[in-house]
């Protein structure tokens, strides 16, 4: 049972953003003031990444732990409320997320995925990922 009433889960589920996260900001920050010039939610490219380098081929995208599903074993069996909504819509992100690397992948495309805690915890890391996917000189 749902401890918010229809009017306040709406609320809260309109305020959740699909593009220009903190996480994608800290990522896209950290590219940014090092010099690499990227498109953000290019709608262009299948799956519409979070950050896109074109004359690379490199797509990034910023997956949050609860719509995608991080250790979904251990977890879908902590969701209360709406259980078989939920567990529906998680589990077919989870399986468009593998659809949409597979066709990128297949098209010739490197696709980096990274969690936000991992973003968030260590986004130099991440950033050295990229560089490492994107090989020598910046995109432009």
Same mark, same amino acid.
């Given at each position: 049972?749902?401890?918010?009433?229809? !009017?306040?889960?709406?609320?809260?589920?309109?305020?959740?953003?699909?593009?220009?996260?903190?996480?994608?900001?800290?990522?896209?920050?950290?590219?940014?003031?090092?010099?690499?010039?990227?498109?953000?939610?290019?709608?262009?490219?299948?799956?519409?990444?979070?950050?896109?380098?074109?004359?690379?081929?490199?797509?990034?995208?910023?997956?949050?732990?609860?719509?995608?599903?991080?250790?979904?074993?251990?977890?879908?069996?902590?969701?209360?409320?709406?259980?078989?909504?939920?567990?529906?819509?998680?589990?077919?992100?989870?399986?468009?997320?593998?659809? %949409?690397?597979?066709?990128? !992948?297949?098209?010739?495309?490197? %696709?980096?995925?990274?969690?936000?805690?991992?973003?968030?915890?260590?986004?130099? !890391?991440?950033?050295?990922?990229?560089?490492?996917?994107?090989?020598?000189?910046?995109?432009?």
């Amino acid at each position: 049972m749902d401890k918010l009433t229809k !009017e306040q889960r709406h609320k809260n589920m309109v305020a959740v953003k699909n593009k220009d996260s903190n996480i994608e900001l800290v990522l896209r920050k950290i590219l940014w003031d090092n010099g690499y010039r990227y498109r953000k939610n290019y709608s262009k490219v299948y799956g519409k990444p979070d950050i896109v380098f074109i004359g690379k081929k490199v797509a990034v995208f910023c997956d949050s732990e609860f719509w995608h599903g991080y250790s979904w074993k251990e977890n879908k069996d902590k969701i209360h409320s709406n259980k078989d909504f939920w567990i529906k819509k998680i589990e077919r992100n989870m399986e468009r997320d593998e659809e %949409v690397n597979k066709k990128l !992948e297949n098209e010739g495309w490197t %696709v980096l995925r990274f969690w936000g805690k991992e973003i968030t915890k260590n986004p130099r !890391e991440c950033f050295e990922k990229i560089v490492k996917a994107l090989g020598k000189g910046h995109e432009i």
